[in-house]
């Protein structure tokens, strides 16, 4: 059982890498590479998503990758710089910044749907996880090509896998991530089951 004592000592820390990676993760890379561009606002358009696979709708693949990698990589900085003060607080910051890209102060806390920023955080924490993840998904999406069931069968199976690798604590997060990826995607869900989700590589 940990010390009580301990454990007060060690909050502080926790709760500042939570908010770092919080701050970190609520950059909206998608709507600034966009207006950037001078392509507008990207959520007046398709889903008004601010990721990766919105961006794509704006038919410009290069900025759609770049929103991708952006994503992504907010999620590893804030695990990696917050790991150098410990592995709780690499957790914590991977949490906050996978929060911060879901709900952004800066856009009134209407965010992505974590998809890519899952995926940053899961390199910096175990990245056998991160292969499995992008495996499952670049299969579901060859055979289907839909980017929501994609990811919504690579959060089921990244969890899993973290656990038989033995990355057990990274597990334990990834359950919890799952399941917010799985409510943000619930009226994805709901156009999978009535056949009228949005393919990959569809405008609108």
Do not use: C
């Amino acid at each position: 059982m940990p010390d009580p004592i301990s454990w007060q000592l060690a909050l502080p820390y926790l709760i500042a890498a939570l908010l770092f990676g919080y701050l970190l993760g609520s950059i909206p890379f998608g709507l600034i590479i966009t207006r950037a561009a001078g392509l507008g606002d990207v959520r007046k358009i398709g889903s008004g998503n601010i990721g990766a696979t919105n961006v794509l709708r704006t038919g410009n693949k290069g900025l759609a990758a770049l929103t991708l990698l952006l994503d992504a990589l907010k999620g590893t900085a804030a695990v990696l710089l917050a790991g150098l003060y410990g592995p709780d607080q690499a957790v914590a910051a991977g949490l906050g910044a996978f929060l911060g890209h879901l709900f952004p102060v800066w856009l009134g806390f209407r965010g992505g749907k974590g998809v890519a920023t899952y995926l940053g955080v899961l390199i910096g924490l175990a990245w056998p996880g991160a292969l499995i993840f992008a495996l499952t998904w670049l299969a579901v999406a060859f055979a289907t090509r839909y980017s929501s069931l994609s990811a919504l069968v690579a959060a089921v199976v990244v969890p899993i896998g973290l656990y038989w690798l033995g990355h057990v604590q990274a597990a334990e997060l990834f359950v919890l991530m799952s399941l917010i990826v799985f409510i943000k995607h619930r009226a994805n869900i709901a156009r999978l089951l009535a056949g009228t989700e949005t393919r990959i590589g569809s405008k609108g």
